[in-house]
């Protein structure tokens, strides 16, 4: 089983920005596709963005323009940088990881344990 670490989260104000970060340790060949989700209060969890191996984003319209994901493909790791942020981007967000590779030749989806981002008004 793999477990993703996320860091970054935090309390900023509307306007403020943040980088998320998020890395899959254990002995991984390969991910195809990192992304980050979020779950609001009340609300189900959506996507965010997310990267293909390849270097091909996906962005929901909400942070279109504001919002960043990155990845090193060699160190297994994936970044968001949100800017202009607003109070609505409240949320607590994942971190996921699809089709992964292991070094056994299993292959297994993985998610993060979370991390709050809470925006002031």
């Known amino acids: 089983q793999v477990q993703l670490v996320e860091s970054g989260g935090g309390l900023v104000q509307a306007g403020g920005s943040l980088r998320l970060s998020c890395a899959a340790p254990g002995s991984i060949l390969s991910i195809n596709i990192m992304a980050w989700y979020r779950q609001a209060p009340g609300k189900q969890r959506e996507l965010v963005a997310a990267?293909?191996?390849?270097?091909?984003?996906n962005y929901a319209d909400s942070v279109k323009g504001r919002f960043t994901i990155s990845r090193d493909i060699a160190k297994k790791t994936a970044f968001l940088q949100m800017n202009s942020l607003k109070a609505e981007d409240t949320a607590v967000y994942y971190c996921n990881a699809k089709d992964i590779l292991l070094v056994s030749r299993r292959r297994l989806d993985a998610w993060g344990p979370g991390t709050l981002v809470t925006v002031s008004s």
């Open positions: 990267i293909s191996s390849s270097g091909i984003t």
